[in-house]
């Protein structure tokens, strides 16, 4: 995938490179890896001047949440010459919930009003009471919560300390599953990357080649997409006003609703990448994350 370049005296420029990575998931070797085999696939000088997307979900799973973050928040001063971008994915939302770091709702309701809309499964996915909770996002809650449940069936795998199988991400910060003290355990650099991820990005005029030629295209890149049946324009205001009062954030989190591309995104938007919403189980590898 190429972002169309500038032409210099009749001469056309390289189309600059556009990379999207999804769910790491706490997985610092395979992160490592996709990255050297970016590396070697591409010229030097067109990947570093690369638009890398990452399309979010970094914490949880994995044992090495806090190596992956420390690699993210790397990357500018590694590669100056990058344009990166880190979207939220809906267990990076739960992650700021939890740490403090989401923007207050702009209506000025408090974040607690959200838990009522599923409160009958406080006590199955056995939400965090611990100190902080009381004006705790929802996600922040189920995200440090300890779900009763041993095995997910879903998936086939068992939960890992919470719905989020957060676990794995409190104890890369030395601390136990649900512990407060996460809060003192993760380092500021951290809390500011998480406060800073987008919701939603746009890229202008992405060249993808296929088998009818180079086509020029609008790229919109959520983690799990835009919502059917929903205006474009006012989805897009809502993701990037980062609109915390609302206690699910479809486009993060959204599966059913997201299934299907809106219609009107045919018209003059080729392209959404998603992430875990349709491909839960793949491995983080080029021939997945990259065109």
């Not at 949440?65 to 690699?71: A, E, Q, R």
């Not at 000025?108 to 004006?135: A, H, I, L, Q």
């Not at 006003?241 to 059913?256: D, F, N």
Request: a negative charge; one cysteine or more; glycine letters at 8%.
């Amino acid at each position: 995938m190429t972002e169309a370049g500038q032409s210099n005296n009749s001469t056309v420029a390289k189309p600059r490179l556009v990379i999207c990575i999804g769910d790491i998931h706490g997985y610092i070797t395979k992160l490592q890896n996709l990255w050297s085999n970016l590396e070697t696939q591409f010229d030097p000088q067109h990947f570093n001047a690369a638009t890398i997307i990452f399309l979010g979900d970094y914490c949880d799973r994995g044992l090495d949440t806090k190596k992956v973050l420390d690699f993210l928040i790397d990357l500018p001063s590694r590669y100056p010459n990058q344009k990166h971008v880190f979207l939220s994915g809906n267990h990076d939302f739960a992650f700021a919930a939890f740490v403090g770091v989401l923007p207050e709702p702009q209506n000025g309701v408090p974040f607690k009003e959200g838990w009522k809309e599923y409160e009958e499964s406080e006590d199955r996915e056995g939400w965090y009471k611990g100190d902080g909770y009381e004006n705790m996002h929802l996600q922040g809650r189920r995200w440090a919560g300890h779900i009763k449940e041993r095995f997910n069936t879903i998936k086939g795998t068992e939960y890992k300390g919470s719905i989020y199988d957060a676990g794995p991400t409190f104890a890369s910060y030395g601390v136990p599953h649900g512990s407060s003290d996460l809060l003192k355990a993760v380092p500021d650099d951290h809390k500011k990357f998480l406060a800073d991820m987008v919701w939603v990005h746009e890229e202008d005029d992405v060249c993808i080649e296929d088998e009818e030629g180079i086509r020029h295209c609008k790229l919109i890149a959520a983690h799990a997409g835009l919502e059917e049946g929903k205006n474009v324009g006012e989805q897009l205001r809502f993701l990037k006003a980062k609109e915390t009062h609302v206690p699910k954030i479809q486009a993060l989190s959204g599966r059913k609703t997201v299934w299907d591309i809106p219609k009107v995104m045919a018209r003059y938007l080729l392209l959404i990448f998603l992430s875990e919403t349709f491909y839960p189980n793949l491995p983080i590898s080029p021939a997945t994350y990259f065109l």
